[in-house]
């Protein structure tokens, strides 16, 4: 069964990020393990987007040429279609050219008196292909004007989430920010316009919001005349909340998660929009991803009117106790992002180097190369390609999980992973280390903070991973994978 | 030291018990001379054969010393991920010729024949290296199993 995510602006594609590696260590419900998603976005080159965009493929290949059998590894099945603009003519740059401000002027029709009663001359003339620059009012009357559910995507969602009605509920969540451009507008109004459009046809839909808000601000970005403003967000956020409150989100909404932070982050920011607007990712996208995948969950019991509150014991670090998970299933869920970050650094740094060798020089004596790559006869340029994409991924996942346990604040320590292990500090600003610079040494303490009685150790985990895979799911590349991600287990 | 590393050094034991049992027939049933081996003028047949026994079983002792010396650097030594295949063939010849090295001090050291010495010599090196062989063939650490020659045709564990 699949679950749905439109993910707004640049907040919404991170979140977007960390479904994706979530979903890649197993944490998506396992009666629910696809995902389709849709990235909203006026600025189609956002530096944020383009990286989601790239991550799902690379996720993709591996899903596809991996046959790892497990149940947890790469077991989503991720569908990203967009990023969708709601700028729909792409001569069109302005709300004076959408809504034809010239005309209605000369005209002297009351549209024209609205536009100019609603927003600045500034803001009618500013260019939002790049974003709505902190001005919700702006893209939430855009959206308005450009969603239409009997053109793609929105027809295409459409058709998915009546197909999925049939086979049970329906599980859809808007992601975004409240207090920005893109995704403070766009979240209410195309929630509004979904359950609308659904009306009484799906009468086991849920809907659920991820709404974030501020967890970071910047300094301005110079020679730029509008842009968002760090120091309106609080106000923008007490709006905003006050605005769902008021207009009754939550008789539509099954679930509303609001994420944020005191302390907020600061971020570089380079530019408004476009490609280098690319925003690191946050640990609150691993928190907002804990309560997606907990929405996602349809065997979990629910409550109307419930409240629930995520905090951690210590302001200045995020540790794996303090992830928010749901009673009864949530340490497993920590346990496999745990998994995956342990499989990670072990593939890539102590698997990877004797894989590339043996894929280069044909063959291997290595154990785990013989029995299972040689011995099953894989085939070789499958595995290459396979292996390779894989280490593509999980140098990704490595550096998302790097910079979420590494924000830009004073004084944060991480709490779940040591980045020390797999990552150096160069000019105040964290890199993944390359191979020859990984020190097996200190493998022991990648995870923080864990109360397991096992100590992780290379040299087990590189025996174990010569054992037998006894799953007849696993098969060509996949079972040698499979039989890494087995030793990796904690 | 998990079961499986007791496993195998218990074998290793097992393959050298066959060793040692071939040494106690070879003395048992007088092999040397039932393949024409003489014992130089002034030495009794019976002192020949105990002293044939002490060298074959010091020669065995040191081949096993070097099978447990394997095993223990293949399994606690030199991480096997981050150690050339090349090393790995070194230190086990290094093994071997430690085997093989222990044979020649036997025939060195060991009872002179008056004639076919050369079959006394032939029991102590090909015994050596032949049970050094089989022990890392077949029962080395699971880091380095087919790292041995040959053992990749035979080790399906």
């Known amino acids: ?490 | 030291m998990t079961k499986r590393t007791v496993a195998d050094l218990m074998l290793i034991i097992a393959v050298y018990a066959v060793y040692w049992s071939c040494i106690y027939l070879a003395t048992s049933y007088n092999l040397p001379q039932q393949l024409q081996v003489v014992p130089p003028q002034g030495v009794e047949e019976t002192d020949f054969l105990l002293n044939f026994n002490y060298w074959s079983l010091v020669v065995m002792g040191i081949s096993l010393l070097s099978a447990f010396g394997w095993y223990v650097l293949g399994a606690w030594g030199p991480k096997a991920y981050s150690t050339a295949l090349g090393t790995w063939i070194l230190i086990w010849f290094m093994g071997l010729a430690l085997a093989l090295a222990a044979g020649f001090m036997a025939i060195w050291l060991g009872p002179q024949a008056g004639e076919k010495a050369y079959v006394l010599a032939a029991f102590y090196l090909v015994a050596a290296a032949l049970f050094y062989y089989l022990a890392t063939m077949l029962f080395s650490p699971v880091n380095i199993k087919y790292v041995v020659p040959g053992s990749k045709l035979f080790r399906r564990w």
């Open chain 1, 1 to 490: 069964m699949s679950n749905f995510v439109v993910a707004v602006g640049g907040s919404g594609a991170k979140l977007m990020q960390s479904l994706v590696h979530m979903g890649a260590a197993g944490l998506l419900p396992a009666q629910r393990r696809k995902l389709f998603a849709l990235l909203v976005d006026p600025d189609e080159n956002n530096g944020n987007v383009q990286d989601c965009q790239a991550l799902v493929k690379t996720y993709n290949q591996c899903h596809e040429l991996l046959k790892t059998g497990s149940d947890d590894l790469f077991s989503a099945a991720i569908n990203l279609e967009g990023p969708w603009t709601p700028i729909r003519d792409p001569r069109v740059d302005t709300l004076s050219e959408i809504f034809q401000y010239d005309k209605l002027v000369q005209a002297k029709a009351p549209d024209a008196e609205l536009l100019d009663l609603f927003f600045e001359k500034q803001e009618i003339n500013m260019s939002i292909k790049q974003g709505f620059r902190g001005r919700p009012s702006v893209g939430a009357t855009v959206f308005a004007h450009s969603v239409r559910f009997d053109e793609p995507p929105w027809s295409d969602l459409k058709e998915r989430i009546k197909a999925q009605s049939a086979e049970g509920s329906v599980r859809v969540i808007l992601a975004g920010s409240v207090f920005g451009g893109s995704g403070a507008s766009g979240v209410p109004t195309l929630v509004r316009l979904l359950a609308s459009a659904f009306g009484g046809q799906v009468t086991n839909m849920h809907l659920g919001l991820v709404l974030f808000l501020p967890f970071f601000q910047f300094r301005p970005v110079p020679g730029e005349e509008i842009q968002a403003d760090p120091a309106a967000f609080p106000m923008a956020t007490a709006e905003a909340l006050k605005y769902y409150h008021e207009r009754g989100f939550l008789d539509f909404c099954n679930s509303i998660y609001c994420v944020g932070e005191e302390v907020p982050s600061q971020l570089v920011v380079s530019a408004v929009g476009a490609a280098e607007q690319r925003n690191e990712p946050h640990f609150i996208e691993l928190v907002a991803g804990m309560g997606t995948m907990r929405f996602f969950n349809d065997q979990l019991p629910s409550k109307s009117g419930a409240l629930a509150v995520a905090g951690r014991k210590s302001e200045n670090t995020v540790a794996w106790d303090d992830l928010p998970y749901d009673e009864h299933k949530g340490r497993d869920l920590t346990r496999k992002l745990q998994q995956m970050a342990v499989f990670s650094v072990a593939y890539r740094y102590i698997f990877y180097p004797q894989i590339e060798a043996a894929l280069t020089a044909g063959k291997s004596q290595t154990a785990f190369w013989v029995d299972h790559v040689e011995r099953p006869k894989v085939d070789r340029a499958l595995a290459g390609r396979a292996l390779r994409e894989l280490y593509d991924y999980v140098g990704k996942f490595l550096e998302w999980f790097l910079r979420v346990s590494t924000p830009h604040r004073e004084g944060f320590v991480p709490g779940a992973i040591n980045p020390n292990v797999f990552a150096v500090r160069e000019s105040g600003s964290w890199r993944l280390k390359q191979i020859p610079e990984f020190n097996d040494r200190d493998f022991p303490d990648l995870l923080l903070n864990r109360l397991a009685r096992t100590r992780l150790d290379c040299r087990s985990i590189y025996e174990k991973s010569a054992r037998a895979v006894n799953d007849k799911n696993a098969a060509g590349p996949g079972l040698l994978v499979r039989a890494i991600y087995d030793a990796c287990a904690a």
